[in-house]
């Protein structure tokens, strides 16, 4: 079974990657993604379990995000945490093959150069892309346009510290930032936690994150996962050598996004005459999604 990703009039589906080598999992769904395709984030994940029925395979398997938490040091010497969603540092196979080298950091994070670091800030990633760069606020506020598939968020450090690190209700998750930003937003985190909890039929669920036992003044970053074990939940203190899980989304799956067209009231009114027409052999429950539907237009 493909996984979910979005659906707007038809399915778009990705297909996963697997690999004891995490590295040669990404390389794998960038392959198959292509230039015109992409790698799942973890808004895009999330916004996928939202989307899909609980049968669907994206909430029988847990995942690797192409989303990285970073922390480092502001130009200004600020301490700073940086999410980078749809690939950033670690967005290339090769330079989390060259942290393997280096040696990661005693909390199994790849290390980082002041340089890249100061370069994120600035939304130049190593490879010569550029990115916009927002703050949480402008993430709280809603105005980070919601097409978006790469782009950095920026958050004091001491904020991100401080953001819960274990299982609590679903309720106080909603309300928090690092919830927020690995969601893609204030409204996208509220539906992912009620719908997971709907999915689990419990009273609490996990975020995680290393900021306790982190030092900025070492810049480094690290892999976010989607995980059904140990809380179920959002996981950003995993090690980065390990196994990987990553879904790739291939140019005609998105797209199938861009299919929705513009409809004038002539078009609603014939909708309408449709379904009085249904009435007479759908099923009721059938007709009532059908008039739901046709009210939102």
């Given at each position: ?7 707007v ?11 004891e ?10 392959k ?41 040091k ?6 700073v945490?940086?999410a ?10 090769n330079r ?6 280096e040696?990661l950091?005693?909390k ?6 002041d ?7 600035a939304?130049k ?43 609590v ?8 930032p ?17 719908k ?8 609490q669920y ?7 036992e ?14 059904l ?9 995993l090690?980065l050598?390990s196994?990987?899980?990553f ?16 409809y ?8 309408a ?9 759908a ?5 009532k ?5 046709l009210?939102?237009l």
């Amino acid at each position: 079974m493909a996984v979910l990703i979005n659906q707007v009039v038809k399915n778009v589906e990705g297909k996963s990657f697997y690999n004891e080598n995490l590295p040669k999992a990404l390389a794998a769904a960038q392959k198959y993604a292509g230039k015109e395709g992409y790698v799942a984030s973890n808004p895009r994940l999330l916004k996928g379990r939202v989307l899909a029925p609980f049968d669907n395979e994206i909430w029988a398997n847990w995942y690797t995000a192409n989303s990285e938490e970073d922390v480092g040091k502001s130009p200004q010497g600020k301490d700073v945490y940086i999410a980078v969603h749809g690939g950033g540092i670690l967005g290339s196979p090769n330079r989390i093959k060259d942290a393997y080298k280096e040696g990661l950091t005693d909390k199994s994070a790849a290390k980082f150069t002041d340089k890249e670091i100061q370069d994120l800030l600035a939304g130049k990633l190593p490879d010569g892309t550029t990115i916009p760069v927002y703050t949480f606020n402008d993430l709280k506020n809603g105005n980070i346009p919601k097409s978006l598939r790469q782009y950095a968020v920026v958050m004091d450090f001491e904020q991100a510290k401080n953001a819960v690190s274990g299982q609590v209700e679903y309720k106080r998750l909603k309300n928090d930032p690092l919830v927020i930003v690995r969601a893609g937003g204030v409204q996208e985190a509220a539906a992912y936690l009620d719908k997971a909890k709907e999915r689990h039929q419990n009273t609490q669920y996990g975020s995680w994150h290393p900021f306790n036992e982190v030092d900025p003044s070492q810049p480094q970053g690290r892999l976010l996962f989607l995980i059904l074990v140990a809380g179920n939940g959002l996981f950003g203190n995993l090690c980065l050598d390990s196994y990987g899980r990553f879904v790739g989304v291939a140019p005609e799956a998105r797209e199938a996004q861009n299919l929705v067209r513009t409809y004038k009231p002539e078009d609603v009114a014939g909708a309408a005459q449709e379904l009085q027409r249904l009435k007479e052999f759908a099923r009721p429950e059938h007709v009532k999604s059908l008039e739901a539907l046709l009210g939102k237009l």
